[in-house]
């Protein structure tokens, strides 16, 4: 099976930068698409940054121009960096990725989630 675990959330200045990492393990699993996702208060989880195997990026509207995901295959490990933060950059961020355990099924799996505040 497979496990995330997050890192790098906290408390930051409007203007300033986190870097956020997500260290997947497990075996027998291939890991396909890496992503972040966050959930702000009285707000539904939505989608932040995705990135494939092959190297494609997809950004929130809201973050493009200021967000770059990034991955490390040899590790398993996929990152967020976050500049230029503003207030509403506010929430909970979670790390996701897609497995096959084999050809015929997939599953998602999630990290714990790691909290990003901005504010003066």
């Known amino acids: 099976q497979v496990q995330l675990v997050e890192s790098g959330g906290g408390l930051v200045q409007p203007g300033g930068s986190l870097r956020l990492s997500c260290a997947v393990s497990?075996?027998?699993?291939?890991?396909?698409?890496m992503g972040w996702y966050r959930q702000g208060p009285g707000k539904q989880r939505e989608l932040v940054a995705t990135i494939t195997s092959g190297g494609i990026m997809n950004y929130a509207d809201s973050v493009q121009g200021r967000f770059t995901i990034s991955r490390d295959n040899a590790n398993n490990t996929h990152y967020l960096q976050m500049n230029s933060l503003k207030p509403e950059d506010t929430a909970v961020y979670y790390c996701?990725?897609?497995?096959?355990?084999?050809?015929?099924?997939?599953?998602?799996?999630w990290g714990q989630g790691t909290q990003v505040t901005v504010s003066s």
């Open positions: 497990g075996s027998g699993v291939l890991i396909t698409t």
């Open positions: 996701n990725v897609r497995g096959y355990p084999n050809s015929e099924r997939w599953n998602d799996y």
